[in-house]
C-alpha cells in the first residue's frame, strides 16, 4: 500500500542547533513534495515545495532536500529558535502531478528547547 | 483579511442531527478542499473540487457531501452524524488545478455528542 512516513512523531532540540527531520514515502513517484507547520489550533501552513527535478531548497533558515531514489525528502531548520516548536508535515500529491489529492504524513512535532 | 475563512470555529450536536460547515477563499483559488484531522492529529483529505471536477476519498461515507455555490465557497454538510465524525475540519484551497501550495483555514472543531 502507499505510504508517507515521517520519521518520528517528536523530537526534541536544543536552541541554537540544527533540526532534521525525514519524511520517507512508498510506491509514489510525486511530481513535488510539500512541508507545512502546524501551531496548536491552527491549519498547517506552506513552508516550501521541492520538485522531482530539484535536489535542494532553500528559504531563510529553512532546507529541503529530495532525494526521488531514496524516497526520501529532509527538512533542516538551521540555529533553531524555541518559535520554531510546531509539528511540521511532509505531504505528496498521490495522484501525479495535475491532480488534486495532497496526502500528508502524520508530522513530526519539534520541541526546541532554550 | 483573513484568506480562507470558516465558520463555525467550534460546533457540538447531537449524534444524528444534520450540520454544514461553510468555507470561503478571497484568494481567487480555482481548487478548493475539506480535510478531517482526527484526534491523533492525523490530516485526511476528504474531497477536493474545482469548476470541473468533484474528486472524492473513497473512504468517506455518503453522509458527507460538499456543496459549492460559486467559486470561493465550498460548503461541507454532514448528514446523520455519528460519534466517529468528531474531528477537526479544515478546509483549505489552491490556485490552478494543482494541490501545490494549500493555504488552509484555521478549522473547524466538531463535537457530537
Known amino acids: 500500500s502507499q505510504k508517507i512516513e515521517q520519521n518520528s512523531e517528536a523530537l526534541n532540540i536544543q536552541e541554537g542547533k540544527t533540526a532534521t527531520l525525514t519524511c520517507n514515502y512508498t510506491n509514489y513517484s510525486p511530481a513535488y513534495l510539500q512541508w507545512y507547520r502546524q501551531d496548536p489550533g491552527r491549519g498547517p501552513v506552506f513552508l516550501l515545495l521541492i520538485r522531482e527535478n530539484e535536489k535542494e531548497k532553500r528559504k531563510e533558515r529553512l532546507k529541503v532536500t529530495f532525494d526521488t531514489t531514496l524516497k526520501q525528502s529532509l527538512f533542516h531548520i538551521t540555529a533553531s529558535q524555541p518559535a520554531d516548536s510546531a509539528t511540521y508535515l511532509c505531504a505528496l500529491d498521490v495522484s501525479g502531478a495535475g491532480s488534486y489529492q495532497l496526502t500528508f504524513g502524520k508530522g513530526t512535532k519539534l520541541s526546541v528547547i532554550p | ?113
Open chain 2, 1 to 113: 483579511d483573513t484568506a480562507v475563512s470558516q465558520t463555525p470555529k467550534y460546533l457540538v450536536t447531537q449524534m444524528g442531527n444534520d450540520k454544514s460547515i461553510k468555507c470561503e477563499q478571497n484568494l481567487g483559488h480555482d481548487t478548493m478542499y475539506w480535510y478531517k484531522q482526527d484526534s491523533k492529529k492525523f490530516l485526511k483529505i476528504m474531497f477536493s473540487y474545482n469548476n470541473k471536477e468533484l474528486i472524492i476519498n473513497e473512504t468517506v461515507p455518503n453522509r458527507f457531501s460538499p456543496k459549492s455555490p460559486d467559486k470561493a465557497h465550498l460548503n461541507l454538510h454532514i448528514n446523520s452524524l455519528e460519534l466517529g465524525d468528531s474531528a477537526v475540519y479544515f478546509c483549505a484551497s489552491s490556485q490552478g488545478m494543482t494541490s501545490e501550495k494549500l493555504f488552509f483555514g484555521s478549522g473547524t472543531q466538531l463535537s457530537v455528542l
